[in-house]
């Protein structure tokens, strides 16, 4: 078993980091475990989501806001953070769609994309991976480039035959999704906020989502970490740029938080390693072996 846990996180732009998972990395890096937030995109072509940031000089600047940004971030969450260097590809917008532009993320070839990934997993050599689902959590291109490199990754690092110049290979031992939108927490989140007689601002959103008992069954694992839901939020707003402190984010209560919906959620998709479902932690399997003996042995 190990006794420096290490985990990574591969998110698309800026400001993911922060709102997924932000509070169960928090959890663990005040455990002592290494977090490497790796981040694919510079976020240059995000809109502006604060009305007070919508500014000609903030959007002239906004690569190197987007970047200051993302170290203030990286600095209240604890983490390490590494940029893969591709270009935003951007939301297309309009019916039809208009094509993604030349050079970004999203029409990088996959294998190619994956190579600088790779190395950094063989590099920062983590036990636990994660990433989005196939469907990106959202649509927006750069997350589904973003699982399909994290995957090919997780697949490759371990194989001495794949990507030979990228270091000494190294098996992450566990992949997961992230679920953090998920139907079953919105409705834990509306549901609470009508109890205390509070105007629940999914109402609207949960009448047009029905549930699917297959797509809830996807989260295995639930991690506890309404102690660091603060934590997360002081993350979210270090994005300035991306995040309206007046917006959707903000208008449910941290504490309607912390009491209907406590976790952070994940889908374990690929392990290497024995652990029961459903788990509370990432790391289940691979904690050292005496951290897991019932009370009373020695
Ligand atoms: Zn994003």
Request: net charge negative; proline share 9%; aromatic share 8%.
């Given at each position: 078993?190990?006794?420096?846990?290490?985990?990574?996180?591969?998110?698309?732009?800026?400001?993911?980091?922060?709102?997924?998972?932000?509070?169960?990395?928090?959890?663990?890096?005040?455990?002592?475990?290494?977090?490497?937030?790796?981040?694919?995109?510079?976020?240059?072509?995000?809109?502006i989501?604060?009305?007070?940031?919508?500014?000609?000089?903030?959007?002239e600047?906004?690569?190197?806001?987007?970047?200051?940004?993302?170290?203030?971030?990286?600095?209240?969450?604890?983490?390490?953070?590494?940029?893969?260097?591709f270009?935003?590809?951007?939301?297309?917008?309009?019916?039809?769609?208009?094509?993604?532009?030349?050079?970004?993320?999203?029409?990088?070839?996959?294998?190619?994309?994956?190579?600088?990934?790779?190395?950094?997993?063989?590099r920062?050599?983590?036990?636990?991976?994660?990433?989005?689902?196939?469907?990106?959590?959202?649509?927006?291109?750069?997350?589904?480039?973003?699982?399909?490199?994290?995957v090919?990754?997780?697949?490759?690092?371990?194989?001495?035959?794949?990507?030979?110049?990228?270091?000494?290979?190294?098996?992450?031992?566990?992949?997961?999704?992230?679920?953090?939108?998920?139907?079953?927490?919105?409705?834990?989140?509306?549901?609470?906020?009508?109890?205390?007689?509070?105007?629940?601002?999914?109402?609207?959103?949960?009448?047009?989502?029905?549930?699917?008992?297959?797509?809830?069954?996807?989260?295995?694992?639930?991690?506890?970490?309404?102690?660091?839901?603060?934590?997360?939020?002081?993350?979210?707003?270090?994005?300035a740029?991306q995040?309206?402190?007046?917006?959707?984010?903000?208008?449910?209560?941290?504490?309607?938080?912390?009491?209907?919906?406590?976790?952070?959620?994940?889908?374990?998709?690929?392990?290497?390693?024995?652990?029961?479902?459903?788990?509370?932690?990432?790391?289940?399997?691979?904690?050292?072996?005496?951290?897991?003996?019932?009370?009373?042995?020695?």
């Open positions: 078993m190990v006794d420096t846990l290490r985990l990574m996180h591969v998110h698309a732009h800026p400001d993911d980091e922060s709102s997924k998972g932000a509070a169960s990395t928090a959890r663990y890096v005040a455990e002592g475990v290494e977090v490497l937030v790796v981040t694919c995109t510079g976020g240059e072509r995000g809109s989501l604060n009305p007070n940031m919508d500014r000609p000089d903030v959007l600047n906004i690569g190197r806001i987007r970047i200051q940004e993302m170290d203030a971030a990286r600095e209240i969450l604890g983490i390490q953070q590494e940029w893969l260097g270009v935003d590809s951007g939301f297309p917008e309009g019916d039809p769609a208009p094509p993604l532009p030349d050079g970004c993320f999203a029409l990088e070839p996959v294998e190619k994309a994956a190579a600088p990934l790779v190395e950094i997993v063989r920062f050599r983590p036990h636990v991976m994660t990433t989005y689902d196939e469907n990106g959590g959202y649509p927006h291109p750069d997350h589904i480039m973003c699982h399909k490199v994290s090919a990754a997780f697949d490759a690092a371990g194989d001495p035959g794949m990507y030979p110049d990228a270091g000494l290979p190294w098996q992450p031992k566990k992949l997961y999704y992230h679920h953090s939108f998920h139907r079953q927490r919105l409705v834990a989140l509306h549901e609470e906020m009508e109890r205390r007689g509070l105007t629940s601002p999914y109402a609207e959103r949960l009448q047009e989502w029905k549930p699917n008992p297959e797509w809830d069954r996807r989260v295995t694992t639930r991690v506890e970490c309404a102690e660091y839901f603060p934590t997360r939020d002081k993350a979210l707003l270090a994005h740029t995040i309206d402190p007046e917006g959707p984010w903000f208008a449910v209560p941290l504490d309607v938080h912390q009491q209907a919906w406590p976790t952070e959620d994940y889908e374990l998709v690929r392990s290497l390693v024995d652990s029961s479902l459903p788990e509370d932690d990432l790391f289940a399997g691979l904690r050292r072996a005496e951290d897991d003996l019932p009370t009373g042995v020695q």
